[in-house]
């Protein structure tokens, strides 16, 4: 079975630190893109930070400079730094694997964890 978990959401103070972790199992990790995604009160979901398995990162502004997503292979574990962290960063934080690989025989699958709650307020 394939199963992407993530952990570390809390609540923070504005200016604090928090970093979430999503570990995965099931698929072959490395071949595999993976993204964060998170969904706050009456938006629609969005990409916070992808990484592909070649080492591409992509940001969304509101990221930029604040944020640093990154992958442990060898513990099949997506990580994603959160620095200097608003209360508009509140939101459930979903993580996301997608193999990209066209020679793959899963090219195309997706799957997304459940979710971890983070709350920046003071």
């Known amino acids: 079975q394939v199963q992407l978990m993530e952990s570390g959401g809390t609540l923070v103070q504005p200016g604090g630190s928090l970093r979430l972790s999503c570990a995965a199992s099931?698929?072959?990790?490395?071949?595999?893109?993976v993204g964060w995604y998170r969904q706050a009160p009456g938006k629609r979901r969005e990409l916070v930070a992808s990484?592909?398995?070649?080492?591409?990162?992509n940001y969304a502004d509101s990221a930029k400079g604040r944020f640093t997503i990154s992958r442990d292979n060898t513990k099949s574990t997506v990580y994603l730094q959160m620095n200097s962290l608003k209360p508009e960063d509140t939101a459930v934080y979903y993580c996301?694997?997608?193999?990209?690989?066209?020679?793959?025989?899963?090219?195309?699958?997706?799957?997304w964890g459940q979710g971890t709650q983070v709350t920046v307020s003071s």
């Open positions: 996301n694997a997608e193999n990209l690989h066209a020679y793959s025989d899963s090219f195309g699958a997706e799957y």
């Open positions: 099931g698929i072959r990790f490395s071949i595999y893109t």
């Open positions: 990484l592909t398995s070649g080492g591409d990162t």
